[in-house]
């Protein structure tokens, strides 16, 4: 499983529409053609943590790939006024917000 983490700033009374938003566009088949096996958000003291892990490690690609469906469109700009960039000053796009991986175990089974 490859899984990815977009960390971003978040007003913590946002987080049910944000949440709401989420469920409404997970219950589309845009998840499945993303790639997206699993997504969990969470919140720290005004921080924002979108956790995503795909079945396999195209999953940029393939939320690349979906970003000109009206779906994605829409679900972009809703959040617009509960998610903000971590760093205004740097960011470009999502991939900006991405965190690097520096660590990783699994246990065995």
């Not at 790639?35 to 969990?40: P, V």
């Not at 809703?78 to 760093?87: H, N, Q, R, T």
Request: avoid cysteine; glycine fraction near 6%; hydrophobic fraction near 40%.
């Amino acid at each position: 499983m490859h899984s990815t983490l977009i960390v971003a700033r978040m007003d913590p009374a946002g987080q049910h529409d944000v949440a709401r938003l989420f469920k409404e566009f997970d219950g589309t088949d845009m998840p499945h053609l993303m790639g997206t096996r699993r997504r969990q958000l969470f919140a720290y003291r005004g921080l924002y943590f979108h956790l995503q892990d795909f079945d396999h490690d195209n999953g940029g690609e393939l939320i690349e790939a979906a970003k000109t469906d009206p779906r994605f469109v829409r679900i972009s700009e809703d959040l617009k006024p509960f998610i903000e960039a971590y760093d205004p000053a740097t960011w470009r796009s999502p991939a900006d917000a991405v965190a690097t991986r520096f660590y990783d175990w699994e246990g065995r089974a």
